[in-house]
């Protein structure tokens, strides 16, 4: 099993130094490839002292600063490695992480799903997800450390975890195979990567070990504080779901949970975006369901769960209102 590191950053130098550095330590890629996102201060490893050449790291750069999504599409295009784990260049990883790719050796899946720290929950003194991710842990019953296979209901029912691109490791062949990529979005890009691996993967394992630890900044220009224009194209990272999902065998399985997830996206998205955008934003939720749900699709998501069917109807309205 050989394992890349790809690293998306843009203007964190401090970040992506901490970051290379745990990494020279640990040992654990055979490469590390840095996708620059056309950074206005230097970023590339060689600049800030790392031997680029003794620890396998490749640098690559974006002519145009086209976000995250792009940086990670570069790096899945150059991987050589078997194996990648994406992460981001402001995380960190933790000691966990060796043992779960000692347990993975020899191992056959698309991807092996982990858990990871959020820092909000260990401000609290309670280190792990956030408490919703936990629950769907527990709930389906996944809190193992060794890596257990995890079938079709168990999938449809973890795959609500928030969708982050770094707690997973992928299989080089299913991304490229499966034309699993990010979304080139400034935000939301990582949906698609997210649940398109859940929906093609023949084989999924899952670990309950504690493999990184993402930090949570309550202020600055952190894509999770964006509250412009920018989050009106996360219909991008949808749209495409719907086509991979009705190619699927197993549609009527993620038809519920993928339709969950999305109309509380949009209520997440409403709450943080500036209200001069809230009557586009509602327009384009409405044109966006009505587009992609049928009389069969509604009838099945009232039967499983009538208040979401009462709730898409209520979207639909609003956005005509």
Known sequence: ???????????????????????????????????DDASDVLCRPADLGFDEAALGINYLRSEAHLGAGHARNMGISALETDHVLFFDSDDLLTD????????????????????????????????????????????????VDYPTPIDQSQAARIVMIAAYPWNKIYRTDFLRDQEIRCTEIP????????????????RILASSRLCCEHFVHKHGDRLTNQRGAERLRVFEA????????HA????????????????????????????????????????FLLEHHTPATMTLIAAQDPGLARHINELIRRGWA
Not at 188 to 195: C, K, S, T
Not at 238 to 245: E, Q
Not at 259 to 269: D, H, P
């Open 187 to 202: 935000v939301h890009n990582d949906i698609e990567l997210h649940w398109g691996s859940f929906l093609k993967a023949h």
């Open 96 to 143: 966990e992480l060796p043992l779960l790719l000692a347990d993975l050796q020899g191992q056959d899946f698309d991807f092996c799903l982990f858990r990871h720290i959020d820092s909000r929950q260990r401000e609290k003194g309670s280190p792990g997800p956030m408490t919703s991710d936990q629950h769907m842990w527990e709930d389906v019953g996944l809190m």
């Open 238 to 245: 949808l749209a495409p779901l719907h086509g991979i999902l």
């Open 1 to 35: 099993m050989t394992l890349s590191v790809v690293i998306p950053v843009r203007n964190d130098p401090d970040g992506l130094t901490r970051l290379l550095t745990q990494l020279s330590q640990m040992r654990i890629a055979d490469r590390i490839l840095v996708c």
């Open 248 to 287: 699927t065998a197993h549609e009527t399985t993620f038809l519920l949970p993928m339709t969950q997830f999305y109309t509380r996206l949009f209520g997440w998205i409403l709450g943080t975006l500036d209200t001069c955008y809230h009557e586009t934003f509602h327009r384009k939720v409405s044109a």
